[in-house]
């Protein structure tokens, strides 16, 4: 019945399993229950102690620790874009991996770009979306990135028939500008990236 | 004029008179002064009027209204069997006034009950001459016709019965009566009165007809108009439609093949209706007739469960599967194997390729399928276990072995949740597979890698299941798996992704509820030992603590836990243990009666545990024990086990403890480090338990410390919370100003003087008590007044603390017996809302600031409803917070505050802002400018994330033609954002900067 499926029924990795901060965040830092008994208002008596101290919920540590953009980040932006036929997402269905995105550093002291390249691992070496799921992931990085990055959006070797044609075809800014001017493409592509919230 | 003809004149234009004019005619029978005869000959040129059609309607129509006015007893029987033959006769030979003979018909059944022959003859009538029903264009006429028709089926039930035992063509014609009607009122008294045919006649011989004739209305696609006076809704019709097709098994030839044809619609609301029905069905049908379409029914409903197309279609088919199961469970055993046979096969099959999104599937499948009773789980277990384990036990992958055991804890789930819809069922089908399980499961949980997150998680929730099931496992293997668990909880340190402790501590706790005994015995000892007597001030057990006190929200291991805890609190204070690890012992405490599952008598926590916990911690308190960090938390217990008690019980502990209180605090040598236990023990008592003459002078005490003592910030604040307190629970409102010139409190005199930091917040305190008390609203109007006009000149920290007088306090609540006007906010707001907003727009630019921190201040703890109705004077203002410079005392509050209100503005009455765009998307663009970029800005990072949730409401909520412009000028600006130091900030970032370029798309796509 599901035969206009490349892969009907494709393997779905738990939820649990994703990688994901919250849980590689050390526990020390969580706040313990019993903090959850300790009064929440504002009271007279905070409001006593200097006004920067006690209004302050992140200033002063605030631009000290610059938390960098790094690989779980650009995980978390891509791993909710809906696959194209299955209604679930690509982290779900290992497309994108965390240990397939790499950032890599300017290649020189002038520069300030950094480059950052994700693989794509297709769900069958024959699916024949692998050009829609690339231009997402490439339309959702570049709109969420800022403009110091260049984003590099590749298939992983060896798991599609397609990819060198579909890599030629991702790298190239004119050809991909010249897809999201075709509207039932971006149409396609708005739908995947409407489940990223 | 003869009465009919006046009814003729009046019945077109005024209605009400026509009907008197009727009831005056019903008068006159009544009262003999007119007889039947005269009335009817008076009828006479006007109901036989060839030539006029309408005057024939309307005449019948007095007819009915006559009798409808007349009381009972009036006629005899002779008149009302004339009057009955008269109007049949009449319909047999103009069918005009067809409503109003059924209307006069029911006036005459309600006179006096008929015999069988009148039934029959009429039901005949209406059958044989007015059919089809659908010839009548009026509604209401039809509608008088199908109430006389039910009417009679509710009265009479064997002579119509006998009506269509007697006569093989009456059902047809009875059938065919109804045909075509539309209107939603008609049908729904025709739904519902087909069902007696439907259900109570042998209709065997006319089935797909009578079928058909409601089928055809499947699905109702009915919308009541915008202003339905009638109040139908398209559920009641679908509830009707639903049981007439449920009524009568001689259904489901016709039933099952439709439904299950229209479950193919691509119409979401079309499938709903069809499972719904599909369900009615299998419990109204007989258990026979549902064994010959189990399986049909199976195979079209695990489609819309192995492939979900909308979660509550699934949900539905699932029911329809459990209902299948239990409609066969008490029955012999054919149907039933018959049934689950191809369940059973197509369950293994998919467990062959777990985990995939359908061997999940199959294990919702036996789940809902199992729940069906005992008897059908036993099969299923023999039929799918089995295969289950070997496929378990022959495959290396985690994976896979995960998913299986996913299957596996859903059969077990669905024995743990039969045993508490029928307590006490056979579980030794389980049994046989249960050490295999427990053995598999347990291995998972210690050996495998740590990693493994969710192959580990399975297994932990299957040895929770496994455990829920009674008898399923053995004492000593119920103390296995108590202890495996408790070990995580206790001893595995993993850091990060693998992390399982607190699904763990769940899952102990919810084995509490089964296997109390184990845990009592087992855990309880094993959390014993991790917790010393007298840790070093490095090693308190915080994560043991926080784990042991979270069983007690299990009511049948509270006890143990309350009385370990205090037991260890006690032995932590004779050996001086760190104060850390005391008030941490304590804080475990506070958490069990608060979230715990203390007993309870007449839903009160119990007395006694005032007795045995709180008493003792008080002695100590007043033997002079008295720390800081250790008393609050004291104060609090005391205060959560003696607020519920009751009066008596309360005035015991008063008076026991009174001596040493009132030395205390005394006024000449107060201890101010035991205000905070004295706040939250009055915020306990009620006013009934205390006397006044006690209160002043502790009113006076804190007076004094609160304006002439230095001290801790944390003291200071608990001593103005106690003066509002008691102030709100023990003043008397009647004598209120004299109460506060004898404690020093008087507003007006405190702020006569030049105004300390100490004297503002003494004086927000005392209004605040006013206010929330809500008796003395000419005073606190004087109050409020005095100062707001205090705040450009006192402004440090009265504008600033203003919004202490709303922020909502813990303690000051009806369950600490406080008085809390239902008003209050109202109130404020609206005395301090013109003043403030006046003020804004005429100060000057050093004295605003204060004023908008004053104002934001109280906005803050108003619930949108109340500020909407003045929200047009208010947008100014907020959206001038917004400009605060950073440096302005409080700021640093005011700002999220106004953030807040924009964003339920933005939700709730966008248009309110259409006009400020401009305004709006440039202020909300500068709060995201973080120090990073521009030096001179400090907007903290909470601030700029929230402005980004409020600018990505923009184009969502907004006109687009005013935000559209806009449009490039933000995408652009959040470049900048998406930059941020802050990963919150960039997620936000994001989210908005997808909103805004979005804007505009639905535009382009209709061009």
């Not at chain 1, 070496?125 to 990135?145: D, E, F, M």
């Not at chain 2, 916990?613 to 308190?621: H, N, R």
């Not at chain 2, 103005?720 to 004299?738: G, V």
């Amino acid at each position: 019945m599901e035969a206009d499926k490349d892969n009907a029924n494709p393997t779905i990795i738990n939820p649990s399993d994703l990688p994901s901060r919250r849980r590689s965040a050390p526990t020390q830092k969580r706040p313990g229950i019993f903090d959850a008994l300790a009064p929440a208002y504002p009271t007279l008596a905070d409001q006593l102690s200097s006004p920067e101290a006690s209004s302050d919920s992140g200033s002063s540590s605030d631009e000290e620790e610059r938390e960098e953009i790094d690989e779980q980040e650009v995980f978390d932006l891509i791993s909710t874009i809906s696959d194209p036929e299955h209604p679930l997402s690509l982290g779900s269905l290992g497309v994108v991996k965390l240990a397939d995105i790499a950032i890599m550093p300017p290649t020189s002291p002038r520069s300030r770009i950094s480059t950052i390249r994700v693989l794509i691992t297709p769900t069958t070496s024959a699916c024949s979306l692998t050009t829609v799921i690339g231009l997402g992931v490439k339309v959702r990085l570049v709109n969420a990135l800022p403009p110091r990055f260049r984003v590099d959006v590749r298939i992983k070797e060896g798991t599609s028939n397609t990819a060198g044609e579909v890599n030629k075809q991702l790298g190239d800014k004119e050809r991909v500008a010249a897809a999201m001017e075709n509207r039932s493409l971006v149409n396609v592509v708005n739908t995947m990236l409407a489940t990223c919230v | 004029m003869s009465d009919i003809q006046l009814y003729l004149l009046e019945v077109d234009k005024d209605k009400a008179e026509a009907q008197q004019v009727a009831a005056r005619s019903a008068r006159r029978l009544e009262s003999k002064e007119a007889k039947l005869i005269d009335l009817i000959t008076s009828l006479e040129p006007y109901i036989n009027d060839k030539g006029d059609a309408n005057s024939r309607a309307k005449s019948v129509g007095f007819l009915a209204d006559v009798l409808s006015a007349l009381p009972p007893k009036i006629l005899s029987g002779q008149e009302r069997r004339l009057l009955c033959d008269f109007i049949t006769g009449r319909i047999e030979g103009d069918l005009e006034g067809i409503g109003a003979s059924a209307r006069a018909l029911i006036a005459l059944e309600g006179l006096a009950r008929w015999d069988t022959q009148s039934v029959q003859t009429v039901v005949r009538t209406f059958v044989d001459h007015a059919n089809p029903l659908r010839q009548f264009k009026l509604q209401t006429e039809r509608y008088a016709v199908v109430q006389l028709i039910d009417l009679l089926l509710a009265k009479y039930r064997d002579a119509m019965r006998k009506l269509h035992e007697d006569d093989a063509e009456f059902m047809p014609s009875f059938i065919a009566f109804f045909e075509g009607e539309k209107d939603p009122r008609n049908l729904m008294i025709i739904f519902s009165l087909l069902q007696v045919p439907m259900t109570e006649w042998d209709i065997r011989a006319h089935a797909q007809d009578l079928f058909d004739s409601v089928f055809n209305y499947f699905p109702i696609t009915f919308k009541p108009p915008p202003d339905d006076p009638y109040g139908i809704t398209a559920q009641d019709l679908k509830d009707r439609l639903r049981a007439c097709i449920a009524a009568n098994s001689d259904f489901a030839p016709y039933a099952f093949p439709q439904l299950l044809d229209k479950l193919d619609s691509t119409s979401m609301n079309t499938k709903r209706d069809v499972l719904q029905a599909i369900q009615a069905c299998v419990v109204g049908y007989e258990a026979k007739t549902i064994n010959l379409y189990s399986v049909t029914l199976w195979d079209a409903l695990k489609f819309e469960i192995l492939n979900v197309q909308e979660e509550d279609l699934a949900v539905e088919s699932l029911k329809a599967l459990t209902l299948i199961g239990a409609k066969f469970a008490d029955s012999a055993e054919g149907p039933l194997n018959a049934y689950l046979r191809p369940i059973i096969k197509e369950c293994n099959e998919h467990l062959e390729d777990a985990p995939t999104k359908q061997s999940e599937a199959a294990g919702r499948i036996l789940y809902s399928v199992a729940m069906a009773g005992q008897t059908v789980a036993d099969k299923l277990v023999k039929g799918i276990l089995p295969t289950l384990f070997s496929l378990h036990s022959s495959s290396e992958s985690l994976t896979k072995r995960r998913g299986l055991l996913e299957v596996f804890n859903q059969v077990l789930k669905a024995y743990a949740d039969l045993e508490d819809v029928q307590p006490g069922i056979d579980t030794e089908a389980v049994q046989s597979f249960a050490s295999e399980a427990l053995d598999a499961m347990e291995r998972a949980l210690i050996h495998a890698p740590k990693a493994e997150v969710s192959f580990r998680l399975t297994s932990l929730n299957g040895l929770s299941c496994l455990v829920s099931v009674r008898k399923a496992l053995s004492d000593a293997q119920v103390d296995r798996v108590v202890d495996a668990v408790t070990e995580i909880v206790l001893h595995e340190r993993v850091e990060g992704h693998g992390d399982i402790r607190t699904p763990a501590i769940k899952a102990l706790t919810e084995m509490a509820h089964s296997v109390p005994h184990a845990i009592r015995d087992r855990s309880v000892p094993a959390f014993m030992v991790e917790m010393p007597d007298c840790p070093s001030e490095k090693d308190v057990p915080g994560m043991v603590l926080e784990a042991f006190a979270q069983l007690s929200t299990e009511g049948q291991v509270f006890d143990t836990v309350a009385v370990r805890l205090k037991n260890k609190y006690n032995a932590a204070r004779h050996q001086s243990a760190p104060v850390e690890y005391r008030r941490a012992l304590l804080l475990a405490l506070l958490y069990a009666f608060t979230f715990g599952a203390p007993a309870r008598e007449d839903g009160i926590v119990r007395s006694s545990y005032y007795t045995e916990y709180a008493e003792s911690l008080v002695t100590d308190v007043a033997n002079g024990h008295r720390e800081g960090s250790t008393l609050e938390v004291i104060g609090r217990i005391v205060n959560t086990l003696l607020n519920p008690q009751g009066v008596h019980f309360q005035t015991t502990v008063y008076s026991k403890n009174l001596d040493w209180m009132t030395a205390a605090n005394n006024k000449d040598n107060a201890d101010v480090s035991l205000t905070p236990f004295t706040l939250h023990y009055y915020a306990a008592l009620r006013p009934e338990v205390t006397d006044a003459a006690d209160i002043v002078p502790l009113l006076q005490t804190q007076a004094s410390l609160a304006l002439h003592r230095e001290s801790h910030p944390a003291a200071a604040g608990s001593v103005l919370r106690l003066i509002t307190l008691l102030l709100n629970k023990f003043a008397n409102p009647k004598t209120l100003e004299p109460t506060l010139k004898a404690t020093n409190l008087e507003v007006l005199t405190l702020l006569s003087q030049p105004v300390s930091p100490a004297t503002a917040n003494l004086a927000l305190a005392i209004t605040k008590a006013l206010l929330l008390q809500g008796k003395t609203p000419t005073l606190t109007t004087t109050y409020l007044e005095t100062l707001l006009a205090h705040l450009p000149t006192a402004p440090n920290p009265l504008a600033r603390n203003f919004t202490t007088l709303l922020a909502p306090d813990n303690l000051l609540t009806k369950q600490n017996h406080c008085l809390i006007s239902g008003l209050y906010k109202q109130k404020l707001f609206a005395h301090t809302l013109p003043p403030l907003t006046d003020a804004i727009r005429t100060a000057d630019p050093e004295q605003k600031p204060y004023y908008l921190v004053a104002l934001s201040g109280i906005l803050r703890w108003l619930p949108y409803s109340i500020l909407e109705p003045r929200l047009s004077s208010l947008i100014a203002p907020i959206l001038q917070t917004l400009d605060l410079p950073a440096a302005a005392d409080g700021a640093h509050e005011a700002k999220p505050s106004a953030l807040t209100i924009l964003e339920s503005t933005l939700m709730h009455a966008p248009e309110m802002l259409e006009e400020h765009t401009a305004s709006l998307v440039s202020r909300l663009l500068n709060c995201t400018t973080s120090t990073a970029t521009d030096t001179t800005i400090n907007n903290p990072w909470t601030l700029r994330a929230k402005a980004l949730q409020c600018l990505a409401l923009c184009p969502r909520q907004l006109k687009s033609e005013k935000v559209m412009p806009f449009r490039r000028q933000v995408v652009r600006r959040l470049l900048v954002c998406l930059d941020d130091g802050r990963r919150g900030v960039r997620a936000e970032a994001v989210r908005c900067r997808g909103a805004w370029l979005g804007l505009g798309e639905g535009e382009e796509e209709e061009d």
